[in-house]
């Protein structure tokens, strides 16, 4: 979703105009279900690609209390700056909206998730971009690293 001058929206692709396929875990799927099921998806319609473009009606799974497409000027401030405070998370720009992009990019880094797949789900063209960019420490990084050393040299450790 697009925003323009005076809160206006639209509907378009991301940023570059690149989809985006991402693997669904069944967690995700039965929790996005039961969502679903409590809350039906709207349709709500907006202009495609810029104020002026046509109309295009979408099926929105989060909408705001009006039942129309939720804005990211209203979603900061009242949704998600008071998440964060109420999970006494401080208020700062690290943890904003982008971070659960970092997030989900350093987890699945952290699990061994190649570099080039995360780099797809990311719609980055560039995988040393998202090495650059995602990966840091993680924690328990010096024990995969010494366990991994150890599998080579043929140590067993209990």
Known sequence: MKLFNGNR??????KFEKT???????????ELKDHLKRNPAVAV????KDTDGPPTTVNLIITSRERKALNRNYF???IWKKALEKAGVPDERDNG?????????????????????????????DPGFTLRTYTHLMPGSDKRTRKA???LLGVTRV
């Not at 929206?9 to 991301?14: E, H």
């Not at 985006?20 to 039965?30: G, M």
Request: charge should be negative; hydrophobic fraction near 40%.
């Open 9 to 14: 929206q639209a509907f378009a692709l991301p």
């Open 20 to 30: 985006r396929e991402v693997p669904l875990p069944a967690t995700v799927s039965k």
């Open 45 to 48: 319609t907006l202009p495609w």
């Open 76 to 78: 900061n401030p009242f």
């Open 97 to 125: 909206c982008h971070m659960l992009r970092h997030v989900y990019a350093s987890t699945l880094l952290h699990d061994g998730e190649s570099i080039k797949a995360v780099s797809e789900y990311l719609g980055h063209s």
């Open 149 to 151: 050393v150890d599998s």
